[in-house]
C-alpha cells in the first residue's frame, strides 16, 4: 500500500512539473540552458507564467490592487468601508442615498445658476452629457460573448464529460452557498473586494513560499482524488458514449 502511494505522488509531480528531458550536457555552453530550463519547471501557482502584475492586467486597476500607488488605494479601499459601513451598520438605502445626492445636487446647481446674476459671477457649466451608441454596443457585445462563454461551460459540465470539473464546481458552488447564509450579498462584495486589494500584494510579497506550499498541497489533493478515483469513481458504470468524429 505505502509502495502505491509513493507512485501514485510521483506521477502527480511529473504531471505537475511536465515530462523532464533525460539527457544533460556537462559543458559550460549548456549551462545557461539548463538554468533556464530548471526556472522555467519552477512551479506557479493556477500555471502562471507572466508576474502577478500583467495576470491582472498590468493596468490602473492592477496598480490599486498591489499598491503601487498607496493614495489611491487607500482612497478606493477607504470609499469602500465608508460605503459598507453607511449600508450595512447604520442601515442606509442605496436608492435612498442615490436620491439624497441627487437632491443635493440639483439644489446646488439651481441655486448657483439663479443666484449668478446677484454675486456677478458666472453661472456654473453644466456639461450636455450624451451617451454613445457604439459604446453601448460595444459593451452589449461584450456581455453576450461572456454569458455565451458561461453557458457553453454550463453545457460542457452538464454533458457529463469532465466529471473532475463537474466535481469542482459543485463543490464551489456548495461552499457559495454556506458563505451566503453567513452574510448578505453587499458583506460578500465588500469581503470579496477587500481580498482583492490584499491577496495579490501579499502574494507578490511572499511568492516563493506561497508557490512551494501550493505546490505540495496540490500533489497531496492530486493523489487524494487519485485514490478516490480508483477506489470509487472508476467503479461507477458509465453509459455508452458516442465516438467524436475524426477530421
Request: charged share 25%; hydrophobic share 45%; aromatic share 10%.
Amino acid at each position: 500500500m505505502a509502495e502505491h502511494e509513493e507512485k501514485l505522488v510521483e506521477k502527480v509531480a511529473e504531471e505537475i512539473h511536465g515530462d523532464a528531458s533525460s539527457s544533460s550536457s556537462d559543458s559550460d555552453d549548456d549551462k545557461p540552458f539548463h538554468a533556464d530550463a530548471l526556472k522555467s519547471k519552477v512551479y506557479r501557482l493556477f500555471g502562471r507564467e507572466k508576474p502577478i502584475h500583467h495576470v491582472l492586467g498590468a493596468g490602473k486597476p492592477a496598480d490599486v490592487f498591489l499598491w503601487r500607488d498607496k493614495k489611491i488605494s487607500t482612497g478606493v479601499l477607504g470609499g469602500a468601508t465608508a460605503l459598507w459601513i453607511l449600508f450595512e451598520m447604520l442601515e442606509y438605502h442605496l436608492i435612498t442615498l442615490f436620491c439624497h445626492i441627487l437632491i443635493l445636487s440639483l439644489a446646488i446647481l439651481f441655486l448657483w445658476s439663479n443666484a449668478s446674476t446677484f454675486i456677478n459671477k458666472s453661472p456654473p457649466n453644466i456639461p450636455e452629457v450624451v451617451l454613445p451608441e457604439k459604446c453601448v454596443l460595444e459593451v452589449a457585445s461584450a456581455l453576450r460573448i461572456e454569458i455565451n462563454r458561461a453557458l457553453d461551460v454550463v453545457r460542457d459540465i452538464a454533458s457529463g464529460n469532465d466529471l473532475k470539473k463537474f466535481l469542482g464546481v459543485i463543490v464551489g458552488l456548495w461552499a457559495v452557498s454556506l458563505v451566503g447564509n453567513c452574510c448578505n450579498f453587499l458583506t460578500l462584495f465588500y469581503i470579496v473586494f477587500v481580498l482583492l486589494h490584499t491577496v495579490p500584494v501579499f502574494y507578490e510579497i511572499y511568492e516563493d513560499q506561497v508557490d512551494s506550499f501550493s505546490e505540495k498541497a496540490i500533489i497531496e489533493i492530486k493523489k487524494q482524488y487519485a485514490v478516490f478515483d480508483e477506489k470509487v469513481l472508476s467503479k461507477i458504470p458509465k453509459g455508452p458514449l458516442k465516438e467524436k468524429k475524426k477530421d
